[in-house]
């Protein structure tokens, strides 16, 4: 009984390791990544403090702050014309903007500046 035990043991564990990985799969093609989705929203309240951070700047000092920035962050923040912005933006997101007329708008004190964040 406790060779027969093992033996089904192994082979239980194995297809239960198979329908987990099919299932990611399915998901993954079927939603887009969950755990790209689950990382970004992780993120979300470093990526507000940032941008109220260098926003929250004198109209000349914005730059100095976000230099600071740079300096201790591991994720590269580059500037981008508010032009081009849209087009950096996930194809659901740019969607979803259009839907509600949402498009990319400067803020009050922004003056048309927008960073735009590149992971390397």
């Known amino acids: 009984m406790n060779r027969l035990f093992f ?11 198979v329908a987990t990985f099919a299932i990611y799969f399915a998901i993954s093609r079927l939603f887009g990544d969950p755990l ?20 929250q700047a004198p109209a000349d000092e914005w730059l100095v702050r976000l230099n600071k920035v740079r300096e ?6 580059e500037l981008m ?7 950096g933006r996930p194809r659901a997101r740019r969607r979803r903007a259009r839907r509600h007329q949402q498009g990319v708008l400067p803020a009050r ?12």
């Open 81 to 87: 014309p508010l032009t081009s912005a849209p087009a």
């Open 7 to 17: 033996r089904f043991f192994v082979l239980v564990m194995l297809s239960i390791t």
């Open 109 to 120: 004190r922004r003056q048309g500046r927008q960073v735009h964040r590149q992971h390397g």
């Open 72 to 77: 201790v962050s591991r994720v590269r923040l």
């Open 36 to 55: 790209a989705e689950i990382a970004r929203r992780q993120a979300a309240a470093q990526i507000f403090l940032l941008e109220h951070y260098v926003d």
